[in-house]
Each structure stands twice: as structure tokens, then as C-alpha cells.
């Protein structure tokens, strides 16, 4: 339900949780206007009394609410210091009580409200949905036009504008028009990123990376080819759903990082990466304001890309009750809103130990496809020195990749990577010659593969999981059922 659905059932204490106040308050008058109810707020601009309105005793402010007319919505903003109070809390909730005969809405606006155990039933907490793609468009040709300038790059401006509060938006395209006398695209996301990397817990990435940097990993990339399209509105006419995402598990450094990049890339949507362990917030309600907040930046920018990254670190925890269920609230909500989410944002959940990661986010119809990442095979450890000798700025035509990749059998991505930089630190430092074949061999001989070392076992470990659930051979046509003819994806570096 949403804000006007609450005022018209007669809920008489919403909690409207946003760092817009101007722009709440604003929507709050509209609402009071369409449903043609009296508007009253608190502190008041026009409160002429020498007593101040934030010294004013938040007890009569509670009971200022009931001295309005009645079918009235009651604005009060920056309440929630007072709401700790035993005496504030109780006549609260013998305010809300009388105000729900009379039609009066309290409707309280802050940034962020902790949880009050005692109004927990009388209250319902909102959250103030982003600024709408229409609110963005009039406020870039608002400003346009206040600066005398062309009216033009309206709809780019707009979509690089998505994810931000109108005030965030505004500063934004100032920036922009103050450095370029327009609206530019790559100077609103650069402002963009800042904002939403602000507090760490997500990271907007632009993705350089493309699907030909992946050594490997061929069935991944034809089951994201064909869903390149599927966001658009040919698509959505034609009745396909929107993709709704992917769980990437396997061995580390084959490829499952990169592959998120490069899938954003290829599929030309942003990338929001979610330090899932961030989320948690050492307030009470912390964690579920910001796992509200991250789903709503998400949401704002579709279509878009949501990269949880190593998801089993955040999730480890639902099935512990140490944190006072904490960890299962935020569990639960994102369990939800991937089931149920209506925009256009496509989930890629990377993991390394499927154990820590509950059954129910492994349940059919959470993603659209998981795939099992092993390690590459040999033609594609051929593909992934090529890969990383042309990054590397070397000519792969004068190595024998086929020996290389020979000697790497059980090697990771990420390792094979490593073995190229230790071989040219070492042509480096001796007399800044060329890379030879022999630094290679003389690397490659000095790094152990970890599969057969201590995550030998882990790596048997997630095989055997792989096997047992049962999940889609990727590399193997669609009529083959095993899993030990070939294994499910490979290659890659992460």
C-alpha cells in the first residue's frame, strides 16, 4: 500500500521516513488536496508565539494534532528525538486513538525513525518512494529554463538522474549546467556515483569490462545474449517477463566477478554492486532502513543490474539467533522483493561456499538460471593467458599457450593472471627485458594451485554439490543429464 491508500483507510499515525522533507511535505498538501481534507503542519511558519516550535513541549504538539479540524492530514517533521520518551510514546497512542474517530492523519517526517516497541502497532512506517522519471523531466526543464538555456538533453539528463532525491538531482544538473552550460550525461552519473558510494554500502560501477574478457564461461555468455533484449518494450508486448537474475557459485578467481561486469556492460544497464554486510546497522531498525533504502535506489534506476557479491558473507547468519533476527528480517525482505519486485532490475548473486547460503534462496524461481563455476579447462586456460598477455601488453602469437596452459591444469583464473605478473616483474627487474616463455614456466613452477592445497577439499565439497541439486549442465546440449560428462561452466577470471 502506499501513502495515499494509508490516509484514506483511516490509519491515523504514518511514519514517513525520508531525507526529502521539502518534497514530503509538498506531496503530503497535494494529498490533502486531492482528497479534499484540511492541511495543518508542525513546526508552523506562521506560529507567532514566543515560545519556540522546537522548544515547544512535545506533548502539546501531539495534542495540537486533535485541535485541528476534523478530515485533516498533520504534518510534524523532525519528531522522532522526542518519541523515546515514555510520556510522548503514551500520549501518542492516546492521541492516535481519538484522532482515528475524528478522520485526523498524523503523518510524522524524518530521515530516519528507530523503532518505539510501544507504537509498533499503532504506527506503519513508510518509506517515500524516490522522485518519478515526470518529476525529473519537469524539475531538468525547470532549471533550464531558469538559466535561459536551450532546452534540450531532457530524457539523457532524466535517466542519469534516476536513483537520486529531487534535491540530489537538482545540485547534479547544477553542476553540470555551471561546467558545460547544459545537461551532460557523464557529468550527472559522476555526481551520481558520489552520492550513492557515500555511505559504502552500494557502488555504482560503469563496466568496462566486456564478455571477450572472460577466458571460458560460453554457455554463460550465449544465456546472456539471448536475453539481451528482454528489457525492452518489444519484449514486454511480445509477453516476456523481465530476466530476474542469476546465482553465479563456484571456486574463487574463475570468473564470477568479472562476469557481473561484464554482463552489465553487455547489456548496457548500470551496475549497483551491494556490500551485503553493510547493510547491518549497530541502531535497532539500522538494517532494515538501509536494506529498504538500497532496494529503492535499485528500483529507481531500472532497468538496472543489482551485483551481490560473495552473498553467502551477508546471509550466513538468518539461521542464528544472536542477533535478535536481525539477519532474518533482511533475509526475508530481499527474499521478497526479488519474488515480487515489478521494475526491471536483474539480481547476479556471486557466492564461494553455497553451504552458508540458506535453502530458501536457492528455491526455484528466485533466479532464472544458477550456474556452477569450476575451473577452466584447457582450451580455455589457452583463452585466458591469451586474454591476460594481450592486457598485460604482450604479444600471445610469441608464447606456446598450448604448453602453458598444459602446465596449469587446475588453475584458477585469478592464478594464471598472477603467474603472468610475477613472470614480468621478474623480466623486469632483470634489465628490463622481454617476458620469455621460460619466465612463465619458472612462474607457473613456483605457484601452487590452491585446488590442491587447502581448498582442495572445499572445491571437491561444492562438485559434489553441484551434482547432488542437480542444477543445469550449462556446457552440455539439452538433452544430456549428467554432471560428470563435462563440467558446468568454466574459465574465467575474477
Not at 555551471?178 to 554500502?201: A, M, P, R, W, Y
Not at 556452477?372 to 586474454?387: K, S
Amino acid at each position: 500500500m502506499n501513502l495515499r491508500e494509508y490516509v484514506q483507510a483511516g490509519y491515523p499515525a504514518i511514519f514517513l521516513e525520508t531525507p526529502e522533507e521539502n518534497r514530503a511535505i509538498g506531496i503530503c498538501q497535494k494529498l490533502s488536496q486531492t482528497l479534499s481534507m484540511d492541511f495543518a503542519i508542525w513546526p508552523s511558519s506562521n506560529d507567532e508565539s514566543e515560545e519556540s516550535n522546537y522548544t515547544k513541549n512535545p506533548v502539546n504538539v501531539l495534542l495540537d494534532g486533535l485541535k485541528v479540524k476534523e478530515n485533516t492530514i498533520y504534518c510534524v517533521v523532525d519528531f522522532h528525538p522526542f518519541l523515546k520518551s515514555p510520556n510522548v510514546w503514551r500520549t501518542a497512542k492516546e492521541c492516535f486513538r481519538e484522532a482515528k474517530t475524528k478522520g485526523i492523519t498524523y503523518i510524522f517526517i524524518s530521515a530516519k525513525f528507530q523503532k518505539i516497541a510501544e507504537l509498533e502497532h499503532e504506527v506503519v512506517i513508510l518509506d517515500l518512494p524516490l522522485p518519478s522519471r515526470v518529476e525529473l523531466e519537469n524539475l531538468a526543464r525547470d532549471m533550464l529554463k531558469e538559466y535561459q538555456l536551450e532546452i534540450k538533453n531532457i530524457n539523457e539528463a532524466t535517466e542519469a538522474a534516476k536513483g537520486m532525491t529531487l534535491e540530489e538531482a537538482e545540485n547534479a544538473f547544477a553542476i553540470s549546467i555551471s561546467k558545460h552550460s547544459e545537461l551532460d550525461f557523464q557529468t550527472i552519473c559522476s555526481v551520481k556515483k558520489d552520492i550513492i558510494c557515500n555511505d559504502g554500502i552500494l557502488e555504482y560501477e560503469i563496466s568496462e569490462q566486456s564478455m571477450d574478457s572472460i577466458g571460458g564461461l560460453e554457455k554463460f555468455k550465449i544465456w546472456s545474449q539471448k536475453r539481451l533484449s528482454a528489457f525492452s518494450q518489444e519484449a514486454k508486448e511480445y509477453g516476456l517477463p523481465y530476466p530476474k537474475g542469476v546465482l553465479l557459485v563456484g571456486i574463487p578467481g574463475c570468473g564470477k566477478s568479472l562476469s557481473a561486469r561484464a554482463l552489465a556492460n553487455m547489456w548496457n544497464k548500470p551496475l549497483l554492486k551491494l556490500d551485503i554486510g553493510k547493510l547491518f546497522g549497530g541502531i535497532v531498525g539500522d538494517t532494515e532502513a538501509n536494506t529498504r533504502k538500497v532496494l529503492s535506489i535499485a528500483e529507481a534506476m531500472s532497468p538496472a543490474i543489482l551485483w551481490i557479491d560473495e552473498i553467502e558473507k551477508g546471509l550466513s547468519g538468518t539461521s542464528s539467533s544472536c542477533d535478535s533476527g536481525v539477519s532474518t528480517r533482511m533475509f526475508g525482505k530481499i527474499l521478497t522483493w526479488m519474488q515480487e519486485k515489478t521494475e526491471p532490475v536483474f539480481v547476479i548473486a556471486t557466492a564461494n561456499n553455497v553451504k552458508s547460503l540458506p535453502s530458501e534462496f536457492l528455491r526455484k524461481g528466485r533466479f532464472d538460471e544458477i550456474f556452477f563455476v569450476d575451473l577452466p579447462n584447457q582450451e580455455e586456460r589457452e583463452e585466458i593467458f591469451r586474454i591476460q598477455l594481450l592486457k598485460h601488453k604482450r604479444k600471445p602469437e610469441i608464447y606456446n599457450l598450448a604448453d602453458l596452459a598444459k602446465r596449469t591444469s587446475n588453475y584458477t583464473g585469478a592464478e594464471i593472471e598472477a603467474i603472468i605478473e610475477t613472470a614480468m616483474f621478474d623480466a623486469w627487474n632483470d634489465n628490463k627485458r622481454e617476458t620469455t616463455q621460460e619466465d612463465l614456466i619458472k612462474a607457473i613452477e613456483e605457484l601452487s594451485p590452491m585446488s590442491t592445497g587447502i581448498a582442495e577439499k572445499n572445491i571437491s565439497d561444492l562438485r559434489k554439490w553441484a551434482k547432488t541439486v542437480n542444477l543445469k549442465i550449462a556446457n552440455e546440449s539439452n538433452n544430456s543429464k549428467t554432471y560428470n560428462t563435462r563440467r558446468i561452466i568454466t574459465g574465467g577470471v575474477q
